[in-house]
Every structure is written in structure tokens, then in C-alpha cells.
């Protein structure tokens, strides 16, 4: 009989085994794991009620998102805690056999490319009810990988390519993704060394502020970059999720090279923008994308709900996760200055950029205080933070 300290030892390798296999495209089988609740085999013709799992992330202009497929779930509604399992591939092209990103949906979209990985980082409009991805107003989303808890991922049998690095397109192995109300972020590796720890998944209630530093301001851009730090590796220590004391994400990575667009060419018909809530400004948008989220692969879960930027305050709530353990809330101070350092906005005038400091001073002053309360309200004073800061800077645009 193999010991529980032998088959621990083993687990690191039976989960890279689990990720040999390369597919291609243009010859997917109709599945790529049990318990799919749609399909690899998608075609090239696109649906709004297609079932397709293979996401696309090749440029600013070409790339899908993950997101649910109904407004519904087996679970109730459509929250990434409930449908992280089965969600589906929404894409800004049409040609992959997947759902059609509407146009208008997203409303701020950045994307990085280093020697190593890819990153999107952007934001989506928020609804009054579900939004145009079909994501409930209010949830803070979760994260989405090739791993999962039980090896399956998130969405189970979810693949991902890219053409970005050379090659045509091929298997992404190593990405993380997370998504929400008003936000999102998603991260493709390259297969070198490290993609693992760039790629990493373990933190999953910490959300895109800290896994991808970068910029979600309300614009379109397109940069070459340097490669981050891995995130949570702090010279040779590495952060686990859930000790008492969360460090600061690493700054973006520096970028050059950069170039714009004033809008994303959607293939999908427009969402119907009468819909747009008046709480559906930046600062609940930012609040919920740089925040902790509610996830997924480690089967732990953090809400840190917002109904727009006048509720953050007093709607903010740090969960236990599904194994009874409690996820320590971010440092509400240390996080006011982790938003400063790691939300890139465009360059503007002295004065502009001083009222967007006067702003992170305040939310800074705010998170301090919450930091003294409850635990509920560290994360209370994040929302608060992150909310002043792109508040300022939304004036801007």
C-alpha cells in the first residue's frame, strides 16, 4: 500500500501528467474530459447558443472570454461560483464555433505580450440585471484554469490557444482567468520554464489585482512588456494563501511600444445600453476586479459583493472556504496602495494626476480605518480604496 507521505509526493507529477496532451484545433475530439457540460468540437460557425469550451487569446482585437452560458444554473443563478464548472467560450471574431462577444460589452481592454506570457486586463459594462456574458450584476466572479480541484479545470475540459507567440496557433497548458461584474483578466503562458509559476492558481481569492497587475482603465490598448514577478514570490518566499498577513502584488511589469484603438471590432450585435445601471459606474466596477473574488479551484470562496460605488462600503464580506477554514481578508492599508501601484491609468494632465492622489490618500485614509474594525470591513476598506482611486481617474477620460 502506497503511505499518505508517498502519494502526497506523487501528486505535483500526476497533476503536469495530467497535461501532456497537446491538442490542436483543426482536430478536436468532441471532448477533451469527462463530466463536459459542452464541447472541443466546435466548427467554425458562431452561435449565441454555442456549447464551445476552446477560448482564443491571439491580440487585442482577437480573443474570447469564459463566461456563463445561461442566466441560470443548477445551483440558482449564474454567479462563477456556481457555473465555473460549465462555463462557455464568447469571442470577439467570429470563426471559432463560439458565442459572440456584444458589442459594447466591454468597455476597457488591455493586452501585454513579454518573451513569456500574455495578459489581458480590462472591464465590462455593467447591467441592472445580468450582463451581456450573462454574469449576474454584483458578483465578484471567481477564477477559471486549466487545473481545478480535481484536475478537470475550470470549466472542465476547458482549452485555450493562442498564436501569439510564434508558430501558429497551439495549446496554451498553463492560464489563469478570472471574471466578474465589471471586470476581467486573463493570462496565457508560454511552455518555458516558470509558465507554472506565472500561470499561478493558488490564488484564487485574491483576484486580478493580485495575480495581474496592470492596467483596467476604460481604454483600448495594445504593449509590448517585460515579464512580471511571479505572482505571491517575494525572493525566496513564497506567499500562501490564507496566512494572516497578505503582501502587496508585485508592480506591473514596465511596457513600451504601445498602441491604441478607440473601440474593439465586434462581430455580435450591440447590447441594448438602456439597460446600463446607474451604479454601473468605474468604481464599482474596479471594486469588484481588484478585490478579492469568489472562487473556484481550491474550492475556497471570498465575496466582497458591490451594488454600485455608494453600497461598497457597507456590502463588503469575507467568507469561509468550503473546508471550513477562513480566508484572511487583504490588509485594508497595504491594499490602498497595492490599487495605486498596480492600476495603470493614462498619462494626463498635473492636475488630473494630483487629484487622482488626493484620492488614493483618501481611500488609503478609509482602508486604514476599516483595517482597524472586523475582518469584514478590511475588505470593506479595499472596495473603498479601490473605488476613490478610479472614481479620480475616470474624470480623466
Given at each position: 500500500m502506497i503511505g499518505k507521505l508517498a502519494l502526497t509526493s506523487l501528486l505535483p507529477a500526476l497533476a503536469l501528467a495530467q497535461y501532456t496532451a497537446t491538442y490542436y484545433p483543426d482536430n478536436l475530439p468532441k471532448t477533451t474530459e469527462d463530466g463536459q457540460a459542452g464541447t472541443n468540437q466546435c466548427g467554425t460557425g458562431s452561435s449565441q447558443d454555442s456549447m464551445c469550451q476552446n477560448a482564443y487569446i491571439n491580440s487585442l482585437d482577437d480573443f474570447c472570454l469564459f463566461?456563463?452560458?445561461s442566466t441560470t444554473s443548477a445551483y440558482g443563478d449564474s454567479s462563477l461560483g456556481n457555473t465555473e464548472r460549465e462555463v462557455v467560450s464568447w469571442c470577439l471574431k467570429s470563426g471559432y464555433g463560439t458565442r459572440l462577444i456584444p458589442a459594447g460589452a466591454i468597455t476597457g481592454a488591455h493586452f501585454v505580450k513579454t518573451p513569456t506570457y500574455i495578459q489581458l486586463s480590462g472591464t465590462l459594462a455593467v447591467l441592472s440585471g445580468p450582463s451581456a456574458l450573462?454574469?449576474?450584476?454584483?458578483?465578484d466572479g471567481g477564477e477559471l484554469d486549466p487545473h481545478g480541484a480535481d484536475g478537470l479545470g475550470n470549466p472542465i475540459g476547458g482549452l485555450v490557444f493562442s498564436n501569439a507567440f510564434g508558430g501558429g496557433l497551439k495549446q496554451i497548458h498553463e492560464w489563469n482567468s478570472f471574471i466578474g461584474s465589471g471586470y476581467f483578466c486573463f493570462k496565457a503562458c508560454d511552455q518555458v520554464e516558470g509558465a507554472d509559476l506565472q500561470c499561478q492558481h493558488i490564488y484564487d481569492v485574491l483576484g486580478c489585482g493580485f495575480n495581474m497587475p496592470g492596467d483596467y482603465g476604460q481604454s483600448f490598448s495594445s504593449c509590448q512588456g517585460d515579464a512580471a514577478e511571479y505572482p505571491g514570490i517575494y525572493g525566496g518566499s513564497t506567499f500562501q494563501q490564507g496566512q494572516p498577513s497578505t503582501p502587496a502584488p508585485h508592480a506591473p511589469a514596465a511596457t513600451s511600444q504601445c498602441s491604441y484603438m478607440d473601440s474593439l471590432p465586434y462581430n455580435g450585435a450591440a447590447i441594448v445600453t438602456a439597460a446600463v445601471s446607474p451604479s454601473g459606474s468605474i468604481s464599482s466596477v474596479a471594486s469588484s476586479g481588484m478585490s478579492s473574488t469568489r472562487a473556484s479551484s481550491s474550492g475556497s470562496s471570498s465575496a466582497a459583493s458591490t451594488s454600485g460605488s455608494s453600497s461598497i462600503a457597507s456590502s463588503s464580506a469575507a467568507s469561509s472556504s468550503s473546508s471550513g477554514s477562513s480566508v484572511a481578508p487583504v490588509t485594508a492599508t497595504r491594499a490602498a496602495s497595492?490599487?495605486?501601484?498596480?492600476?495603470?491609468?493614462?498619462?494626463?494632465?498635473?492636475?488630473?494626476?494630483?487629484?487622482?492622489?488626493?484620492?488614493?490618500?483618501?481611500?488609503?485614509?478609509?482602508?486604514?480605518?476599516a483595517a482597524s474594525g472586523a475582518s469584514q470591513n478590511a475588505v470593506a476598506g479595499l472596495g473603498l480604496a479601490v473605488a476613490g482611486v478610479l472614481a479620480a481617474a475616470f474624470n480623466m477620460f
Open positions: 463566461a456563463p452560458s450573462n454574469i449576474p450584476a454584483n458578483d497595492s490599487i495605486a501601484s498596480s492600476t495603470r491609468l493614462p498619462s494626463q494632465s498635473s492636475g488630473a494626476a494630483a487629484s487622482v492622489q488626493t484620492a488614493v490618500a483618501s481611500a488609503s485614509a478609509s482602508a486604514a480605518g
